[in-house]
């Protein structure tokens, strides 16, 4: 196992689930397109990403803003990480939850996120992992990303909002 590469990220080894990396709190981006706006960023390497889930911290708008979840290489091609789901009137401590696979963002209740559309496990190279918004909606969500590096210093941080 690589040294802790993120100052400040605190390691889930109890949970055997990587290292935890939280987004700031951030409003839905406004009709942003592929590759989106970078909710996290990966340097020095690829990484496994084991978790990547979202919490509604302001209800979105009554309409689905259409979003989706990708990974920009910083040399190569866009991939849709989770295609669009009917987010639309997305309740407060609901949960939006990326499986990876390209298959579409699991969207969950207040109540809680079930534990089968949490996982992730895909393999993210150096560069960004976006949001894209296919339309101009009100509503904030706080993104939480957990990872294991697989190149000695990779890393991944929260883009800044």
Not at 33 to 53: D, I, K, N, Q, W
Not at 54 to 72: I, Q, Y
Not at 122 to 147: D, E, F, H, Q, R
Request: glycine share 12%.
């Amino acid at each position: 196992m690589y040294p802790q590469p993120t100052p400040g990220a605190q390691a889930v080894t109890d949970l055997g689930k990587g290292i935890t990396v939280h987004r700031a709190l951030d409003t839905l981006p406004q009709t942003v397109v592929s590759p989106g706006e970078a909710l996290f960023t990966v340097t020095g390497g690829r990484v496994l990403v084991t978790r990547l889930f979202a919490e509604v911290t302001t209800a979105f708008e009554g309409t689905d803003p259409v979003l989706s979840v990708t990974s920009a290489p910083t040399t190569g091609t866009a991939v849709v990480l989770a295609s669009t789901v009917d987010s639309s009137s997305a309740e407060i401590g609901g949960f939006l939850s990326v499986e990876g696979d390209g298959t579409a963002i699991v969207l969950s209740v207040a109540g809680a996120v079930l534990a089968t559309a949490v996982p992730c496990n895909c393999v993210v190279p150096i560069g960004n992992i976006g949001l894209i918004s296919g339309a101009s909606k009100t509503g904030a969500a706080k993104w939480t990303l957990t990872y294991y590096p697989l190149d000695l210093g990779a890393a991944v941080v929260g883009t800044a909002v």
